[in-house]
């Protein structure tokens, strides 16, 4: 379930994870241990459905656009360096500390970008997102692109 305007600071704040925006700019702050990974489109579906399926759902930022941005909150950043070259070997993209996104414009009253709690309200370690992709990897072998397809 997507959050509503009101929702997404009250979610993050809880999660270690502060979101602001301007009209044309999201700011977000990661805790502690917490950071911001970003797949490349065709493994974040493939992830999706592995989180799903073994109920690690926790909070994202969807960001619209014309490319559109998925970013998941993680855990275990300090213990996770093979894990976290292995992700960007893969094409992803860490966010810590500190992210700044630009909004695509907006037509009409809604947000460019949406939080989301995750239907277990828990934060899945980043070496879960690693295991996850690998085994999207391993059980796509003629490519990735077959789950684009579906």
Not at 2 to 20: C, L, V
Not at 74 to 93: N, P
Not at 116 to 140: D, K, M, Q, S
Request: glycine content about 12%; aromatic content about 6%.
């Amino acid at each position: 379930m997507t959050s509503t305007a009101a929702e997404p600071i009250t979610t993050a704040n809880r999660f270690d994870w502060s979101i602001s925006h301007t009209g044309d700019t999201l700011v977000v702050t990661f805790g502690v241990e917490r950071a911001g990974i970003e797949l490349p489109a065709p493994l974040r579906i493939g992830v999706e459905l592995f989180f799903q399926d073994n109920g690690l759902s926790g909070p994202s930022i969807a960001i619209d656009g014309p490319v559109g941005r998925h970013i998941r909150l993680v855990t275990g950043v300090s213990k996770a360096d093979r894990a976290i070259e292995y992700l960007q070997h893969c094409g992803a993209v860490l966010h810590v500390g500190r992210a700044v996104w630009p909004l695509p414009p907006v037509s009409g009253p809604g947000l460019a970008w949406s939080a989301n709690g995750g239907h277990g309200h828990r934060i899945p370690p980043l070496v879960a997102v690693a295991a996850a992709v690998r085994a999207v990897r391993l059980y796509t072998p003629d490519g990735l692109e077959k789950l684009t397809s579906d």
